[in-house]
């Protein structure tokens, strides 16, 4: 149960405004192609084992509000339309109204309906179907106890043994009926958790939040349902009174084939644009060993030679320290290599299952042979650092993410060097078709969806690390400049190149000299607003003071994991 009860309260009804403007769908530039052939992809239709589903992204608006006072936006509340035949609604929709209307709920239907038997052995219990009536629904929150325009918000009581999935909203203070939706047997089921706060009230906070499996990942196989979650002092430790589905189905049936990954790489691959200004330029990994870089031991003075394919790296384990990577020690070639090779740059593909198998995460990485120095922003001022922030071997990325049902590009995610965001689509911006933009930092080659200055520091008082990103001449089209790396979920068919497994540093571990650095700066600041050392410490971020050399791809934790967000 939740930490603060979810119980029936009322708002009163003058303090909401009702009408809202009808939301518009959105679509994305061009129509999508149709993909090659293959099992279960982009077919409308997912199977999960006992349940089969499919996407509703036709709905019927049933109630919305704005907040008449403080800056809270809006949120209207939707009840799915079209559901085919023999599939059975799992819970409402809602979002924001400052957005398109783009979003989906799951609807389910038995694949085998199984029915208790009669006359069976004593002791016999027959299998209890996948999907059942809820008994009857708790009021949990209203505008108003009765009256015209008002929103009611009813959580389904399951039989025992089943879950809830999400939660319907109506605009009378009548019950539904338990034809309405439909609950799920709780083997079939896993957890949830709140995230994205999307509506929260003035007073005696009442909350709409969006869910999502606890556990997600690629070996994860929480199905996220589209609908959202409500109460009051709602925390994301809290244990939610609904569920997410759970994908049972050993072979992934709706992962795209090899085919199909091209196809969608083809067709969204995105075109990443350097800054302008940016002198560290990305290559591939073959042009950085071929032009000098050299592997160290620990112990050992003398880089060894990385040969062209990195077979001669260390293979597996875990980062001991024991290895690293660096480059020549020749001046000219190390200077030579620190600028990179745009015209050998390639986007480097890992293909996996995500939410269970109903999207498809598509992470693109970056490989550059040199980080650049960091510019701190103090207020309106700029300083060029002259060597905090930089180290050898820079791996970023970005992910896309695709739907399994149509194969629609649905979120990019944006890796911002320790953290990153997502993006829905309806708010990248578009080259060519469907193919994104990415534009990647000044230096620090992190991932944004726009032109612009992003501070990593303490935003409130323009304190930290500058982020610059512009499109410039400088550009890699990750559409036609890919290799697949790695499809775990494709068995044999991807050969995973020798560098991937090294996992190991791909450079040496930096101490920066920030104290002397930063003194500097704090004397180039008027008396007013000159800042201790050991006040500006704390407001840069903590990769200023010094780095352990960065790791390659299969050591992250999102090869594995989702995105951090």
């Known amino acids: 149960m939740l930490g603060c009860e979810c119980f029936y309260w009322y708002r009163r009804l003058d303090e909401f405004h009702f009408h809202s403007p009808e939301r518009h769908p959105f679509s994305l530039p061009s129509p999508i192609p149709e993909w090659p052939p293959g ?27 704005n ?26 929709y809602c979002q924001p109204n400052d957005e398109p209307l783009r979003g989906y709920v799951l609807v389910a239907r038995e694949k085998a309906i199984s029915y208790p038997n009669v006359g ?22 209203s505008t108003e106890s009765h009256g015209e325009g008002c929103g009611f918000f009813w959580l389904p009581n399951p039989p025992a043994g089943y879950k809830a999935m999400g939660l319907l909203v109506t605009d009378n203070p009548e019950e539904p009926e338990v034809e309405e939706i439909r609950c799920v047997r709780e083997d079939l089921t896993e957890n949830c958790e709140i995230c994205d706060c999307m509506l929260t009230t003035d007073t005696n906070p009442f909350q709409v939040w969006n869910t999502r499996p606890c556990k997600r990942g690629m070996f994860a196989r929480g199905v996220s349902v589209g609908t959202f979650f409500c109460g009051i002092c709602l925390s994301s430790e809290d244990q939610l009174d609904v569920a997410c589905l759970k994908n049972l189905e050993s072979t992934l049936h709706g992962m795209p084939n090899l085919d199909q990954v091209h196809a969608l790489i083809n067709h969204y691959g995105p075109t990443v644009f350097f800054h302008p200004d940016d002198v560290y330029m990305p290559s591939s990994v073959q042009w950085f060993f071929k032009n000098g870089a050299l592997l160290y031991k620990y112990g050992k003075v003398k880089g060894e030679p990385i040969n062209y394919q990195g077979s001669n790296l260390p293979f597996g384990g875990k980062n001991d320290d024991a290895f690293w990577i660096d480059l020549p020690e ?16 390639e986007l480097y593909v890992h293909v996996k299952p995500a939410l269970g198998g109903t999207f498809t ?3 693109m990485w970056v490989f550059c042979p040199f980080n650049g120095p960091a510019t701190l922003k103090i207020g309106l001022m700029s300083i060029q650092m002259s060597k905090i922030g930089q180290h ?38 578009f080259i060519e078709g469907n193919k994104p933009i990415v534009y990647s930092s000044k230096g620090g080659h992190a991932s944004f969806a726009h032109p612009g200055t992003y501070l990593q520091g303490s935003v409130k008082l323009g304190i930290g690390v500058r982020n610059d990103a512009a499109r410039s001449k400088y550009s890699v089209d990750s559409s036609a400049k890919y290799q697949i790396i790695a499809a775990e979920y494709l068995g044999h068919e991807v050969t995973e190149p020798c560098w991937l497994q090294y996992m190991k540093e791909w450079g040496p571990t930096i101490v920066y000299d920030s104290r002397s650095e930063l003194d500097k700066i704090i004397n180039l600041l008027p008396l007013f607003v000159r800042f201790s050392v050991e006040n500006i410490f704390d407001l840069f971020p903590m990769q200023l003071y010094g780095e352990e050399g960065p790791t390659g791809p299969k050591e992250k934790d999102n090869w594995e994991e989702d995105e951090r967000w």
């Open 120 to 141: 069976c052995p004593l002791g016999f219990e027959p299998e209890l179907p996948a999907l059942m009536k809820p008994l009857n629904y708790k009021l949990i929150w």
């Open 67 to 92: 907040l008449l006072h403080g800056k809270a936006k809006g949120t209207t509340f939707y009840r799915p339309l079209g559901i085919p035949d023999c599939f059975f609604c799992l819970g409402y």
């Open 392 to 429: 050898v071997g820079d791996w970023e990325h970005f992910t896309l993410r695709v739907s399994n049902f149509t194969g629609e590009l649905w979120q990019v995610y944006f890796s911002q060097h320790s953290g990153g965001v997502w993006v829905d689509a309806t708010d990248l911006e």
């Open 330 to 345: 020749d001046d000219d070639a190390r200077n030579n290599v620190k600028k990179g090779n745009l015209e050998s740059a």
């Open 361 to 363: 995460d598509i992470a």
């Open 39 to 65: 099992q279960g992809f982009a077919t409308g239709r997912i199977d999960l084992g006992e349940l089969e589903v499919t996407k509703i992204t036709k709905f019927e608006r049933i109630w919305s509000y």
